[in-house]
Protein backbone atom coordinates (compact mmCIF):
# COMPACT_ATOMS: atom_id res chain seq x y z
CA UNK A 1 0.00 0.00 0.00
CA UNK A 2 1.09 3.25 -0.88
CA UNK A 3 -0.68 6.40 0.75
CA UNK A 4 0.02 10.00 -1.35
CA UNK A 5 0.69 13.18 0.79
CA UNK A 6 -1.66 15.64 2.07
CA UNK A 7 -5.19 14.07 2.71
CA UNK A 8 -3.36 10.63 3.73
CA UNK A 9 -2.42 12.57 6.64
CA UNK A 10 -6.35 12.03 8.17
CA UNK A 11 -5.32 8.39 8.61
CA UNK A 12 -2.75 9.35 10.97
CA UNK A 13 -5.08 11.86 12.47
CA UNK A 14 -7.82 9.28 13.46
CA UNK A 15 -5.79 5.91 13.80
CA UNK A 16 -2.72 7.67 15.89
CA UNK A 17 -3.32 10.86 16.37
CA UNK A 18 -6.33 10.84 18.94
CA UNK A 19 -4.71 8.18 20.92
CA UNK A 20 -1.66 10.42 21.88
CA UNK A 21 -4.41 13.01 23.31
CA UNK A 22 -3.34 12.97 27.32
CA UNK A 23 -6.93 13.27 28.77
CA UNK A 24 -7.10 9.26 27.37
CA UNK A 25 -3.63 8.59 28.92
CA UNK A 26 -4.13 9.95 31.79
CA UNK A 27 -7.35 7.78 32.11
CA UNK A 28 -5.23 4.89 30.60
CA UNK A 29 -7.81 4.15 28.26
CA UNK A 30 -5.57 4.66 25.25
CA UNK A 31 -3.22 2.15 23.50
CA UNK A 32 -0.35 4.58 23.89
CA UNK A 33 -0.75 4.90 28.26
CA UNK A 34 2.16 4.10 29.85
CA UNK A 35 4.68 4.15 26.29
CA UNK A 36 6.41 7.10 26.64
CA UNK A 37 10.24 6.08 25.93
CA UNK A 38 9.36 2.88 24.34
CA UNK A 39 9.03 1.88 20.50
CA UNK A 40 5.64 2.32 18.94
CA UNK A 41 6.30 3.13 15.21
CA UNK A 42 8.54 2.26 12.25
CA UNK A 43 12.20 4.59 13.15
CA UNK A 44 11.41 6.35 9.61
CA UNK A 45 8.49 7.96 11.51
CA UNK A 46 8.31 11.10 13.27
CA UNK A 47 5.12 12.51 14.53
CA UNK A 48 4.13 16.00 15.39
CA UNK A 49 1.45 18.63 16.37
CA UNK A 50 2.29 21.92 15.37
CA UNK A 51 -0.11 24.53 16.14
CA UNK A 52 1.97 27.36 14.81
CA UNK A 53 2.14 26.71 11.41
CA UNK A 54 1.01 29.54 9.03
CA UNK A 55 -2.07 30.08 7.73
CA UNK A 56 -2.89 26.48 8.53
CA UNK A 57 -6.68 25.28 9.24
CA UNK A 58 -5.59 23.83 12.81
CA UNK A 59 -3.23 26.81 13.61
CA UNK A 60 -4.27 29.11 16.58
CA UNK A 61 -2.83 32.37 17.93
CA UNK A 62 -3.72 30.80 21.38
CA UNK A 63 -5.68 27.80 23.12
CA UNK A 64 -8.88 27.92 25.00
CA UNK A 65 -6.77 27.83 28.39
CA UNK A 66 -4.68 30.62 27.59
CA UNK A 67 -1.74 29.16 26.60
CA UNK A 68 0.44 29.92 23.41
CA UNK A 69 0.72 26.97 21.27
CA UNK A 70 4.17 24.91 19.84
CA UNK A 71 5.28 22.36 17.96
CA UNK A 72 5.08 19.26 20.62
CA UNK A 73 7.14 15.81 19.17
CA UNK A 74 4.74 13.21 19.84
CA UNK A 75 6.87 10.19 18.03
CA UNK A 76 10.44 10.46 17.57
CA UNK A 77 12.09 8.06 14.92
CA UNK A 78 9.88 5.44 16.13
CA UNK A 79 9.90 6.35 19.81
CA UNK A 80 6.94 7.74 21.73
CA UNK A 81 8.09 10.88 23.54
CA UNK A 82 5.12 12.70 24.80
CA UNK A 83 1.35 13.35 24.28
CA UNK A 84 -0.62 16.69 23.78
CA UNK A 85 -1.69 18.66 27.23
CA UNK A 86 -4.40 20.28 28.49
CA UNK A 87 -3.69 22.43 32.00
CA UNK A 88 -5.82 19.45 33.59
CA UNK A 89 -3.74 16.46 31.97
CA UNK A 90 -0.34 18.56 32.39
CA UNK A 91 -0.94 19.05 36.19
CA UNK A 92 -1.44 15.28 36.60
CA UNK A 93 1.64 14.49 34.62
CA UNK A 94 3.38 17.70 36.30
CA UNK A 95 4.04 18.56 32.83
CA UNK A 96 3.68 22.46 31.16
CA UNK A 97 0.58 22.88 29.14
CA UNK A 98 1.62 22.14 25.03
CA UNK A 99 -1.23 24.24 24.02
CA UNK A 100 -3.78 21.96 22.76
CA UNK A 101 -6.68 22.61 25.36
CA UNK A 102 -8.89 23.94 23.01
CA UNK A 103 -13.15 23.82 22.77
CA UNK A 104 -16.09 24.15 20.12
CA UNK A 105 -17.13 27.49 22.12
CA UNK A 106 -17.72 29.41 25.07
CA UNK A 107 -20.44 26.81 26.71
CA UNK A 108 -18.06 24.15 26.08
CA UNK A 109 -14.94 22.63 28.58
CA UNK A 110 -11.37 22.58 26.41
CA UNK A 111 -9.99 19.36 26.76
CA UNK A 112 -6.55 18.04 24.77
CA UNK A 113 -7.22 18.32 21.15
CA UNK A 114 -5.14 18.30 18.29
CA UNK A 115 -4.08 21.33 15.65
CA UNK A 116 -1.75 20.59 12.92
CA UNK A 117 -0.78 16.34 13.34
CA UNK A 118 1.54 15.83 11.07
CA UNK A 119 4.00 13.08 9.79
CA UNK A 120 7.40 14.56 8.84
CA UNK A 121 8.81 13.95 6.32
CA UNK A 122 11.36 11.25 5.45
CA UNK A 123 14.61 9.80 2.92
CA UNK A 124 12.76 8.72 -0.21
CA UNK A 125 11.72 9.93 -3.43
CA UNK A 126 7.97 9.69 -4.13
CA UNK A 127 8.56 8.09 -7.76
CA UNK A 128 11.55 5.12 -5.89
CA UNK A 129 8.55 4.30 -3.37
CA UNK A 130 6.21 3.52 -6.21
CA UNK A 131 8.59 1.92 -8.77
CA UNK A 132 8.96 -0.53 -5.83
CA UNK A 133 5.28 -2.04 -5.51
CA UNK A 134 5.03 -4.90 -7.54
CA UNK A 135 1.01 -5.61 -6.60
CA UNK A 136 -0.63 -2.83 -4.28
CA UNK A 137 -2.98 0.17 -4.13
CA UNK A 138 -1.97 3.58 -4.16
CA UNK A 139 -4.39 5.48 -2.00
CA UNK A 140 -4.94 9.27 -2.62
CA UNK A 141 -8.38 10.77 -0.91
CA UNK A 142 -9.61 8.90 1.75
CA UNK A 143 -13.95 9.04 3.35
CA UNK A 144 -15.54 8.18 6.32
CA UNK A 145 -13.91 6.35 9.08
CA UNK A 146 -14.11 4.76 12.42
CA UNK A 147 -11.84 4.63 14.97
CA UNK A 148 -11.35 2.33 18.40
CA UNK A 149 -9.24 4.83 20.39
CA UNK A 150 -8.40 2.07 22.89
CA UNK A 151 -6.43 -0.11 20.63
CA UNK A 152 -5.70 2.04 17.48
CA UNK A 153 -8.20 -0.21 15.25
CA UNK A 154 -9.56 1.31 12.01
CA UNK A 155 -11.69 0.98 9.16
CA UNK A 156 -11.37 4.00 6.09
CA UNK A 157 -13.28 4.12 3.02
CA UNK A 158 -11.02 5.38 0.10
CA UNK A 159 -12.87 7.69 -2.73
CA UNK A 160 -9.76 7.85 -4.81
CA UNK A 161 -7.55 4.71 -5.71
CA UNK A 162 -5.52 3.04 -7.74
CA UNK A 163 -4.28 -0.42 -8.42
CA UNK A 164 -0.30 -0.66 -8.67
CA UNK A 165 1.21 -2.77 -10.82
CA UNK A 166 4.88 -3.31 -11.48
CA UNK A 167 5.58 0.05 -10.37
CA UNK A 168 3.40 1.66 -12.55
CA UNK A 169 -0.73 2.92 -11.76
CA UNK A 170 -2.67 0.98 -14.07
CA UNK A 171 -6.52 1.30 -12.92
CA UNK A 172 -8.63 3.02 -11.02
CA UNK A 173 -10.77 1.50 -8.30
CA UNK A 174 -13.53 2.18 -6.33
CA UNK A 175 -15.57 0.08 -2.91
CA UNK A 176 -12.05 -0.13 -1.70
CA UNK A 177 -11.81 -0.13 2.42
CA UNK A 178 -8.47 0.29 4.93
CA UNK A 179 -8.67 -2.29 7.77
CA UNK A 180 -6.19 -2.05 10.51
CA UNK A 181 -4.45 -0.59 13.53
CA UNK A 182 -3.13 2.75 13.63
CA UNK A 183 0.30 2.13 15.66
CA UNK A 184 0.40 -1.55 13.90
CA UNK A 185 0.94 -0.08 10.43
CA UNK A 186 3.09 2.81 11.82
CA UNK A 187 5.21 -0.21 12.62
CA UNK A 188 5.22 -1.80 9.06
CA UNK A 189 5.99 1.83 7.38
CA UNK A 190 9.27 0.75 5.50
CA UNK A 191 9.88 4.27 2.73
CA UNK A 192 8.40 7.57 3.35
CA UNK A 193 8.55 10.42 1.03
CA UNK A 194 10.32 13.59 1.28
CA UNK A 195 7.01 15.82 -0.15
CA UNK A 196 5.22 16.81 2.89
CA UNK A 197 1.90 18.20 2.19
CA UNK A 198 -0.68 19.87 4.67
CA UNK A 199 -4.14 19.15 3.77
CA UNK A 200 -6.53 22.12 4.43
CA UNK A 201 -9.02 23.77 4.14
CA UNK A 202 -11.72 20.71 4.93
CA UNK A 203 -10.79 18.92 8.43
CA UNK A 204 -12.62 19.16 11.16
CA UNK A 205 -12.58 17.07 14.30
CA UNK A 206 -15.26 15.90 16.69
CA UNK A 207 -14.86 14.61 20.14
CA UNK A 208 -16.87 14.21 23.18
CA UNK A 209 -19.76 16.67 20.61
CA UNK A 210 -17.37 19.26 20.10
CA UNK A 211 -16.12 19.84 16.98
CA UNK A 212 -12.41 22.02 16.38
CA UNK A 213 -10.87 22.83 12.82
CA UNK A 214 -7.53 21.13 12.00
CA UNK A 215 -4.81 20.40 9.68
CA UNK A 216 -3.37 16.99 8.97
CA UNK A 217 -0.21 16.29 6.94
CA UNK A 218 2.07 13.62 5.45
CA UNK A 219 4.56 12.51 2.75
CA UNK A 220 4.11 9.36 0.29
CA UNK A 221 3.91 6.52 2.75
CA UNK A 222 4.82 2.99 1.51
CA UNK A 223 3.49 0.55 4.09
CA UNK A 224 4.06 -3.11 3.86
CA UNK A 225 1.29 -4.54 4.85
CA UNK A 226 -2.12 -4.05 5.45
CA UNK A 227 -6.02 -5.65 4.97
CA UNK A 228 -7.97 -3.63 2.08
CA UNK A 229 -11.76 -4.45 0.92
CA UNK A 230 -13.16 -4.14 -2.47
CA UNK A 231 -12.84 -5.85 -5.32
CA UNK A 232 -14.48 -3.89 -8.38
CA UNK A 233 -12.51 -1.64 -11.02
CA UNK A 234 -14.17 0.82 -12.16
Known amino acids: ?6 DSGILLHEAVGHGLEAD ?13 GKEVASSLCTVV ?9 GTINVDDEGNEPGRSVLIENGILRGYMHDAHSARHFKLAASGN ?10 M ?3 TNTILVAGPHDPEEILRSIKKGIFAVKFGGGQVDIANGDFVFSLTEAYLV ?19 DVLRKVSMLGHDVEISDGI ?15 CPTIKIDEITVGGTKVG
Not at 24 to 34: A, E, L, V
Not at 49 to 57: E, K, P, V, Y
Not at 101 to 110: I, L, Q, T, V
Request: net charge positive; glycine share 18%.
Open 165 to 183: EDGKKTAPLKGVNLIGNGP
Open 203 to 217: WTCGKDGQSVPVGVG
Open 49 to 57: DDGTLALSR
Open 112 to 114: PRM
Open 1 to 6: MVLAPG
Open 101 to 110: GRRESFASHP
Open 24 to 36: FNRKGTSNYSGQI
